[in-house]
């Protein structure tokens, strides 16, 4: 019997999540590249448009490949998991934005060769603190894997 930490702390699965997340990053990169240079979207709606695009990829490849023992085939559900992993990569978008703030406002500055590579450091630590949280919400409420053990 596996105990729920055991469930969480999965390497296959952990790295399964960060590959899948990889790609839906080249995703939401690819479509919001495309809509703003070929298509000529407003930056603002070509971003939204490609994180959505990214978080359904990633959604269908994570159902089927890195939780696929945890959610049931019928479309109803399906949908259900698909409307709570939108919900939890909306915390995690929030949790980036505020950790990029909360870092600005308490003077993160990395210098090098005259520029301020504080705002990027920050990116980075935000992203990976919001990735960590989306692992979490995803195995927790989207597929709930320490609710099947």
């Excluded at 930056?43 to 990829?57: C, L, N, Q, R």
């Excluded at 978008?93 to 920050?122: C, Y």
């Amino acid at each position: 019997m596996v105990s729920p930490m055991e469930a969480l702390l999965n390497r296959q699965r952990i790295l399964r999540f960060v590959g899948v997340g990889t790609l839906g990053t080249l995703i939401d990169l690819s479509v919001t590249a495309t809509l703003v240079y070929a298509v000529a979207v407003l930056p603002e709606i070509a971003k939204v448009i490609g994180a959505e695009v990214a978080i359904v990829a990633m959604f269908l490849i994570n159902d089927r490949w890195t939780f696929r023992a945890f959610g049931r085939r019928q479309l109803r559900a399906r949908l259900g998991r698909l409307a709570r992993s939108n919900g939890v990569r909306l915390g995690g978008i929030a949790l980036q934005f505020l950790v990029v703030g909360w870092l600005r406002r308490s003077g993160l500055t990395v210098p090098v060769g005259g520029v301020d590579l504080g705002p990027m450091v920050a990116a980075v630590i935000a992203i990976g603190l919001a990735a960590s949280a989306n692992y979490l919400g995803e195995s927790l409420l989207t597929w709930r894997i320490t609710q099947r053990l």
